[in-house]
């Protein structure tokens, strides 16, 4: 069955650029031209993802991306948003607020399709895990002290408690653990997980570390564990078991 992706996005000829490729690419795709409409539309539920513009009439993105993180039927949903290039802070504002991921327009389609793919391929991991039982791999588990991550699931548990993550998050999280006792510059960690189009924006970094360590529990104290390095990035010390 085509995964279903809810377009919220009030200028005609982007709608119908996004339409034509996304169904090309084989999902259906529900367009809403304003943010009330956009928000009922989520509220119904049953989307794989919220493809999101910032400005809108009615509702603007970040207040729709606020309501669903808020509301459990839609929580889960991956947000994808769109911003001009102008508006940089509020790019920011929108991962604070659980967006996963934003693009800039104008963007390349096949930037937009892969991003779409990434977005969703952990929440299908997720989804499967629910379905059958699926043997875990030793190969794909990473473990640092109380978290273990797996890399093929997408999943990462403390004390076998599972924690919802953003990709990011996780990719931040896993990056970090593979790398531990060494300082990762906020530039190495922007090219690395988020690709060329996020040069320079290192506040995103700061933004999702410290969503990762209220997620995780690791706040501020002596045990600390992301630790960061000031004016440089953060590190993992290198004292958990292998
Ligand atoms: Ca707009």
Redo the contacts with the bound molecule.
């Keep these: 069955m085509n995964q279903k992706i809810l377009v919220i996005?009030?200028?005609i000829h982007i709608q119908e650029l996004i339409k034509y490729n996304l169904e090309k690419s084989n999902f259906a795709v529900t367009l809403a031209g304003n943010g009330i409409d956009g928000l009922n539309q989520a509220m119904k539920g049953d989307y794989d993802l919220v493809l999101l513009?910032l400005?809108?009439p009615g509702l603007d993105g970040l207040e729709i991306c606020k309501r669903m993180k808020g509301d459990k039927r839609t929580r889960k949903t991956p947000i994808i948003m769109l911003t001009a290039k102008s508006e940089e802070f509020d790019k920011v504002l929108g991962l604070e607020l659980g967006a996963d991921d934003y693009i800039t327009k104008p963007f390349s389609v096949k930037e937009l399709v892969a991003r779409i793919r990434t977005a969703l391929r952990r929440l299908e991991t997720d989804e499967d895990e629910e379905i059958h039982t699926v043997h875990e791999s030793l190969d794909n588990l990473l473990t640092y002290k109380e978290i273990t991550l797996d890399k093929e699931k997408y999943q990462v548990r403390k004390k076998g408690e599972k924690l919802v993550l953003t990709l990011k998050e996780f990719e931040l999280l896993k990056m970090l653990i593979e790398n531990r006792g060494r300082v990762l510059t906020r530039d190495t960690l922007l090219d690395k997980i988020w690709g060329y189009d996020y040069a320079g924006e290192t506040r995103t970094v700061d933004v999702h570390i410290r969503h990762l360590r209220q997620k995780i529990g690791d706040e501020d104290g002596n045990n600390q564990m992301i630790e960061t390095i000031r004016g440089v990035g953060y590190k993992i010390n290198d004292e958990g078991d292998r």
């Design positions: 996005e009030d200028e513009d400005m809108l």
